[in-house]
């Protein structure tokens, strides 16, 4: 059974470009959330999607947005790309709410 | 807003020895969680915990939740290089669904 996959793998853009990243989860699985991890830190929560609606925000600018769509994948939008939204972007599926999470293997996104 | 933090940032062992690391939150919780990341690869879930109290051990690991649900700790005995990584502890609000993850405690194994 294939786990949480993300595509693309890497990616470069310029500044003020846009971008969008996409998960699909675990099979089964109907909540998705989305992280940055800046080196060094750990995980910051972007969005959590459960059967389609957002259940969560965390403290991101409008330029970030995100959806899920009716077969649970997932897809995380950034405009107005600036150098500091240089991170490695997770995408996290779980069955429900409040359990356990299972992470893909990221999309590193680099801003020049 | 919530807060959680992680000591110490980096531990340094030498290969057989025990250490602990220590997972603080601003407001109860009404989960923890810890993961595992690898240099280069992304964060591996380890276990849960949701009662007060709480104790649960997978083989060298002892997790452990404070009564108060606002602290956790990771304890791992007889420390092996597979155990090289970042440990991160992810707390989680009541009827606030996200993960709040601390900074995470870097771990090097000395052989």
């Known amino acids: 059974d294939a786990g949480v996959t993300q595509s693309p793998t890497h990616l470069i853009k310029t500044r003020g470009q846009h971008v969008t990243l996409r998960c699909s989860p675990i099979s089964g699985h109907k909540s998705v959330s989305w992280y940055q991890q800046v080196l060094g830190q750990g995980p910051q929560f972007i969005f959590q999607y459960y059967e389609k609606e957002e259940r969560g925000r965390g403290n991101f600018p409008d330029r970030f947005s995100a959806r899920q769509f009716p077969n649970y994948s997932s897809e995380l939008n950034v405009n107005a790309l600036l150098l500091g939204d240089s991170a490695l972007y997770l995408c996290?599926?779980?069955?429900?709410?409040?359990?356990?999470?299972?992470f893909g293997q990221g999309t590193r996104l680099t801003v020049v | 807003g919530q807060q959680v933090m992680q000591i110490p940032q980096y531990q340094h062992v030498q290969e057989g020895e025990d250490f602990t690391t220590y997972c603080n939150s601003s407001t109860t919780l009404s989960n923890i969680q810890w993961y595992k990341q690898r240099p280069g690869g992304h964060p591996v879930f380890l276990i849960q915990l949701v009662k007060s109290g709480e104790v649960k051990k997978q083989k060298r690991l002892t997790f452990q939740f404070g009564e108060a649900k606002k602290n956790s700790s990771l304890h791992i005995t007889a420390t092996q290089t597979t155990d090289v990584g970042t440990y991160f502890c992810a707390g989680v609000v009541t009827n606030d669904y996200k993960l709040s993850f601390g900074a995470g405690t870097t771990v090097t194994v000395r052989a």
């Open positions: 996290a599926s779980s069955i429900d709410l409040n359990t356990e999470a299972f």
